[in-house]
């Protein structure tokens, strides 16, 4: 089970964020969020380009049987899509440093298969736990990782929007790469900051558990974040590990 949302805020004049959740011919899901930056309105463009592609591939893909075939699919089209908006920038003087982060899930049967850039986010609850399965790539993460700042001092940092590493500000980028268990009763949370820089990880976990519809669950935490002053875009991917009546299970 999967939902997608996004919300304009209540502060931008557009939206940036773009997203979606596809299936491919084995009908098998692929979940996108990404988050443009860059130039008046580019950043929408930088992120409609990456969504657009990995979409039109996804839906024409075959079965991915294992973790490695997800990784090389991933990979291979975060590659590829971000050398068509690293060109499109260069061509486009209105476009011009324009960039996106992605963060990108394939559900298999028994996985997930995780790649992101940048700052948007990918958590999994598992076993009661909730963890961050992505790495921030952000100014203010690599000052925490290198002990300059706490993690406390982090949530109100003057630069902490500034990121690292984005899809397509260079000719050539990699992904981060990380595989996780994909099993009855496990959530899954994909979000631009616009969500995580306006609740907290320990906030989200209600949520989660909450055992209303998906759509309800989206709406509530867009809504807690607009509550909160809605000063960015917020786009939101769901997913449910459910098991059916019968004893089949469907993601």
């Given at each position: 089970?999967?939902?997608?949302?996004?919300?304009?805020?209540?502060?931008?004049?557009?939206?940036?964020?773009?997203?979606?959740?596809?299936?491919?011919?084995?009908?098998?899901?692929?979940?996108?969020?990404?988050?443009?930056?860059?130039?008046?309105?580019?950043?929408?463009?930088?992120?409609?380009?990456?969504?657009?592609?990995?979409?039109?591939?996804?839906?024409?893909?075959?079965?991915?049987?294992?973790?490695?075939?997800?990784?090389?699919?991933?990979?291979?089209?975060?590659?590829?899509?971000?050398?068509?908006?690293?060109?499109?920038?260069?061509?486009?003087?209105?476009?011009?440093?324009?960039?996106?982060?992605?963060?990108?899930?394939?559900?298999?049967h028994?996985f997930?298969?995780?790649?992101?850039?940048?700052?948007?986010?990918?958590?999994?609850?598992?076993?009661?736990?909730?963890?961050?399965?992505?790495?921030?790539?952000?100014?203010?993460?690599?000052?925490?990782?290198?002990?300059?700042?706490?993690?406390?001092?982090?949530a109100?940092?003057?630069?902490?929007n500034?990121?690292?590493?984005?899809?397509?500000?260079?000719?050539?980028i990699?992904?981060d790469m990380?595989?996780e268990?994909?099993?009855?009763?496990?959530?899954?949370?994909?979000c631009?900051?616009?969500?995580?820089?306006?609740?907290?990880?320990?906030?989200?976990?209600?949520?989660?558990?909450?055992?209303?519809?998906?759509?309800?669950?989206?709406n509530?935490?867009?809504?807690t974040?607009?509550?909160?002053?809605?000063?960015?875009?917020?786009?939101?991917?769901?997913?449910?590990?459910?098991?059916?009546?019968?004893?089949?299970?469907?993601?």
């Amino acid at each position: 089970m999967h939902y997608f949302l996004t919300n304009q805020g209540k502060v931008r004049a557009h939206n940036e964020d773009n997203g979606g959740v596809f299936q491919n011919k084995s009908d098998q899901y692929l979940a996108v969020v990404a988050d443009g930056m860059g130039g008046h309105k580019a950043g929408d463009v930088a992120s409609q380009l990456v969504v657009e592609h990995l979409q039109e591939k996804w839906q024409s893909s075959e079965e991915i049987k294992d973790k490695t075939s997800a990784e090389n699919w991933l990979k291979s089209s975060i590659e590829t899509v971000n050398t068509s908006v690293y060109n499109y920038a260069q061509n486009n003087k209105e476009c011009y440093g324009m960039g996106t982060t992605v963060v990108a899930v394939i559900y298999g049967h028994d996985f997930i298969s995780v790649a992101n850039i940048g700052d948007s986010r990918c958590y999994l609850f598992a076993e009661e736990v909730l963890r961050q399965v992505t790495e921030d790539h952000s100014l203010v993460n690599e000052l925490v990782r290198s002990g300059q700042i706490s993690k406390e001092d982090a949530a109100f940092h003057p630069r902490k929007n500034v990121i690292t590493k984005a899809l397509g500000t260079e000719k050539h980028i990699e992904p981060d790469m990380v595989n996780e268990k994909w099993e009855p009763g496990n959530k899954l949370l994909l979000c631009s900051d616009g969500l995580s820089n306006k609740i907290e990880d320990y906030e989200l976990v209600p949520f989660l558990t909450d055992e209303k519809p998906l759509s309800d669950k989206a709406n509530a935490l867009v809504d807690t974040a607009n509550e909160r002053g809605g000063e960015d875009n917020i786009t939101l991917v769901l997913s449910e590990f459910r098991v059916g009546k019968e004893g089949d299970s469907s993601c």
